[in-house]
Structures are given as C-alpha cells and as structure tokens.
C-alpha cells in the first residue's frame, strides 16, 4: 500500500500546519522554509501525484482557490510566482502535487 505523503498527514491534521486558507478540495499554508516573505503551499486534498495526474475540471477549481489564496496574501497587484515541481529533474520532494506561491520580494528572474 502507497504510504500517505507528508501533505496528506497535514490535510489529516496528524501534522500541524500554518493554515492560511481552506475548502472541501483544497487546502493552503505556509511553507515550513520560505524561499520567500510570501511561501505558501496549496493542494489537492485528495492525493495526487503530480501536475501531470491533474483532470482539467479540478483544476479549474484549484485556478480558482489559487487565486483567491493569492487575494488574502495580498500579493494579487504587487506580483508573485506560482511553481509547481513535476518529477526528479525538477526537484520535486514531496509527491503530492503542490504550488508554490512565493512573493513580497523581487524575485530572481533565473529558473536555474
Ligand atoms: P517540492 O520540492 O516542490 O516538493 O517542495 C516541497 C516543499 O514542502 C518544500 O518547500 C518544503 O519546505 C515544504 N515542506 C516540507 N514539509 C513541510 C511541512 N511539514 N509543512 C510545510 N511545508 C513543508
């Protein structure tokens, strides 16, 4: 059996998280070690991999969420980046499909 990834132990509340918003199909908070004054994480409560096993329905709604995550962190006019990490060449460490919502700094234009 797949053993639950550190997102979902959060989603659960096994694992305590800084919540900055929620609904039924997703849940946003602050990431542990902010690359950024504005880091936030925001998923799927229900698991899935990677961006590539998102329907298009879902994320509809999860643009949605996304923006309105953007609205409460204030950072909807003063600009921000939205990352997400897909597979090993891209680093990706926790395989439960997340964004990455960082802003409130002049972000380096460099992708690496
Ligand atoms: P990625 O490399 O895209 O998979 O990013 C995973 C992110 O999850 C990293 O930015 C971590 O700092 C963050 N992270 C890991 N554990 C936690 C946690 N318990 N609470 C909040 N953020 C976390």
Redesign the pocket.
């Known amino acids: 059996m797949r053993e639950k990834t550190?997102f979902e132990k959060?989603v659960d509340k096994e694992?305590p998280?800084k919540v900055v918003l929620e609904d039924s199909d997703f849940l946003a908070?602050?990431?542990?070690?902010p690359?950024a004054p504005v880091h936030v994480?925001i998923i799927p409560k229900k698991w899935i991999k990677d961006f590539n096993g998102i329907d298009s329905e879902l994320m509809g709604k999860m643009s949605e969420f996304i923006l309105k995550v953007a609205d409460v962190t204030g950072v909807k006019e003063s600009g921000y980046r939205l990352v997400?990490?897909i597979g090993p060449d891209?680093?990706?460490?926790?395989p439960h499909l997340?964004f990455?919502l960082l802003g409130k700094k002049k972000l380096d234009a460099n992708f690496g």
């Open positions: 550190i959060i694992i998280s908070f602050h990431d542990i070690a690359k994480l997400t990490n891209s680093g990706q460490e926790v997340h990455h």
